[in-house]
């Protein structure tokens, strides 16, 4: 249970560091901390099947986009970027505020809450209920994956009026 | 049980809505494209805990972790279709800032 209070309290720094840096390499970093101690707290919860894909997929595989998209685009001169350092942090400092005081407010005004526990699956084998119960899930699934190789071809594929 | 089953449920609970309010604040305080798509990161993160904690407390994990990989599938394609609509929007700009998007056609 503390563990899992730190790695909680983890998370939500690493994404409060992702929101308020002002270089958006750090941010990207940040990120995929935070999905780093996410997967961490789905092995401790006892999902090591999605903690590897969070892990592998998020932490890996979106980092590298994020980078490679800030490696395309290009630096902001020091003087602009100096000035709109100092517009980020008057925007932006009331952020740990709202946190701290939201938190607050759940913390002193805790109730006791009923939790009703649906029934459970008699089919607890990932596979199982991946391949058999939502198979569905699988083929859209597919068609999203379709559709997303289609948006890439469309938008990387080069303007063939240019020459390009 | 009962009530430490309470507990855990308000501590969730609380850090799950303490992230969305990261994500939300992100996305509505900035002008960056780029940024906006990371508190787009952020929203997701804190709905895949949340799933993943309603598997833990029904014991459906099984059920829970599919649905987070459908999840973090979809999440992956959006990513990469919004970096390359972020990318043609610098190309034609040579910014990122979302207020440019005023001056497009339509």
Same mark, same amino acid.
């Given at each position: 249970?503390?563990?899992?209070?730190?790695?909680?309290?983890?998370?939500?720094?690493?994404?409060?560091?992702?929101?308020?840096? +002002?270089?958006?390499? *750090?941010?990207?970093?940040?990120?995929?901390?935070?999905?780093?101690?996410?997967?961490?707290?789905?092995?401790?919860?006892?999902?090591?099947?999605?903690?590897?894909?969070?892990?592998?997929?998020?932490?890996?595989?979106?980092?590298?986009?994020?980078? +490679?998209?800030?490696?395309?685009?290009?630096?902001?001169?020091?003087?602009?970027?100096?000035?709109?350092?100092?517009?980020?942090?008057?925007?932006?400092?009331?952020?740990?505020?709202?946190?701290?005081?939201?938190?607050?407010?759940?913390?002193?005004?805790?109730?006791?809450?009923?939790?009703?526990?649906?029934?459970?699956?008699?089919?607890?084998?990932?596979?199982?209920?991946?391949?058999?119960?939502? *198979?569905?899930?699988?083929?859209?699934?597919?068609?999203?994956?379709?559709?997303?190789?289609?948006?890439?071809?469309?938008?990387?594929?080069?303007?063939?009026?240019?020459?390009? | 049980?009962?009530?430490?089953?309470?507990?855990?449920?308000?501590?969730?609970?609380?850090?799950?809505?303490?992230?969305?309010?990261?994500?939300? &604040?992100?996305?509505?305080?900035?002008?960056?494209?780029?940024?906006?798509?990371?508190?787009?990161?952020?929203?997701?993160?804190?709905?895949?805990?949340?799933?993943?904690?309603?598997? &833990?407390?029904?014991?459906?994990?099984?059920?829970?972790?599919?649905?987070?990989?459908?999840?973090?599938?979809?999440?992956?394609?959006?990513v990469v279709i919004a970096a390359g609509v972020i990318l043609g929007?610098?190309?034609?700009?040579?910014?990122?800032?979302?207020?440019?998007?005023?001056?497009?056609?339509?």
């Amino acid at each position: 249970m503390n563990i899992m209070i730190f790695l909680l309290v983890l998370m939500l720094l690493a994404g409060l560091w992702a929101v308020m840096t +002002s270089l958006l390499l *750090r941010a990207a970093i940040a990120l995929a901390l935070t999905s780093v101690v996410l997967s961490i707290l789905m092995f401790q919860m006892g999902a090591p099947l999605a903690a590897v894909f969070e892990l592998s997929v998020c932490a890996g595989l979106i980092s590298v986009v994020f980078i +490679s998209v800030i490696s395309l685009t290009h630096r902001l001169p020091l003087k602009e970027y100096l000035a709109r350092r100092q517009n980020r942090i008057l925007r932006f400092w009331f952020l740990p505020v709202l946190l701290a005081i939201a938190g607050l407010m759940f913390f002193l005004f805790k109730q006791p809450v009923e939790v009703h526990t649906p029934a459970r699956l008699l089919l607890a084998e990932v596979r199982i209920v991946l391949w058999q119960l939502r *198979r569905l899930d699988l083929f859209t699934q597919i068609i999203v994956l379709l559709a997303g190789v289609f948006g890439v071809l469309i938008l990387f594929g080069g303007n063939k009026e240019n020459g390009n | 049980m009962g009530i430490e089953l309470s507990q855990i449920f308000w501590l969730f609970l609380t850090f799950f809505i303490l992230m969305l309010i990261e994500g939300f &604040y992100c996305i509505t305080m900035t002008y960056n494209l780029l940024r906006v798509l990371i508190g787009l990161e952020i929203l997701i993160k804190a709905v895949t805990l949340f799933i993943i904690f309603a598997g &833990y407390i029904s014991g459906n994990m099984a059920l829970a972790q599919t649905v987070v990989i459908t999840v973090i599938v979809i999440e992956v394609v959006v990513v990469v279709i919004a970096a390359g609509v972020i990318l043609g929007f610098f190309r034609e700009y040579d910014s990122l800032n979302v207020r440019n998007a005023r001056n497009m056609k339509g």
